[in-house]
Each structure stands twice: as C-alpha cells, then as structure tokens.
C-alpha cells in the first residue's frame, strides 16, 4: 500500500484534491466488531472455517468545485466480504455477499455539520487531519449485514418449527410482537 496514504490515518483531504483512489483486501480479523458480529449469531459447526475471511474495498477520494466558495471533499467507499453467518431458517452456516457502497461528504466542523444535515441528505463527516477509513468501512458493511441471514435454499430438509413461524411472524408482520414472544417462550425446541 502507498506509505503516503496509510487508510489507518488517512489525510482525506490530501487524498481527494489529488483525486486518488486505492484499493486492498485486509483480513477479517481486523475488523474485530464486524468479525464478533458473525460470531455472535453463529452457533451451529462452522464447516468451511479454514478459508480466510477477506474484506476487499476500494476508496475514492474527489475534490468537487463549489461556484462560490471552498471545493467539497468527497470521499467514496464501496467494500464487500462474504462472511459467515447463521442460517435463521436451518440453522447452518451460510456465507452471504455483505457490500457496502457509500458517499461522504467532509465539512469543516460539528457545527456546519449539524447546520448542514438538515438539509442534506448526504452523509456528512467531519473532516480531520488523520481519519480511520478502516473504521469507517467497518460501519458500512456492519450495516449491511442482513437482519435475517437465510440459505435461499437450505441444504436439508428443514422441517420450519412453530418457534421459526413466530419468529418470522414477529419479525415481518408485527400484528403482536408480544403474543410471538409468548409462543416463543411455551414452545421447547
Ligand atoms: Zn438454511
């Protein structure tokens, strides 16, 4: 990777006024709260662990003129990794495509920000001298990671217990959360 722009402490605005785009992959393992989030959903065997868990990402910086007044800096993320989470319909494990594609647009200070957001629907930040782009990737693809992770279809025949269908119920009808919670609590496994 390019020493002068190290993605541990980025000079954002360095990068986007030479309008730089740069591009790797970085272990899972680096990015310790998205790795515990597959963890934690995870508790069936794990059968393809060997295979090392890459995040790849690309980031873009761009220096967009403004008519009157300072250019706006931009910087654009898109990152992807196929990570291992917990089937919720069979239980097993199922790697899924987690992308993340986002947009920022840097500003001078807290208060321009919160001056700014309400009228914008851009994802304002902060500029800084040195910014954690690892960071801000992390965010992205946490984001991303499906609510209800599911096998399109299943590799066994999984007969869907009355705790999935409550589950499920609760999840995407929410006539009475309450009444699937209750089911959920009455039926042993
Ligand atoms: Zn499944």
Redesign the pocket.
Known sequence: MDKKFDLNRLNVKAFAREGLSLQGQQSLAQFVRLAELAAARFDAPIEDASEPDQVSWLIQGELVPVIAGESQIWLHLSAEIDLLLQ?Q????S?KLAVEANASFRFVADEASAEAEDDESEEDLLVLMPEMNIFELIEDELIMSVPLVP??ET??TE?PMSAVDVAFEEALEAKPNPFAALAQLKKKPN
């Open positions: 089937c319909r069979c239980m097993g199922v599911m096998h299943c590799p999984v």
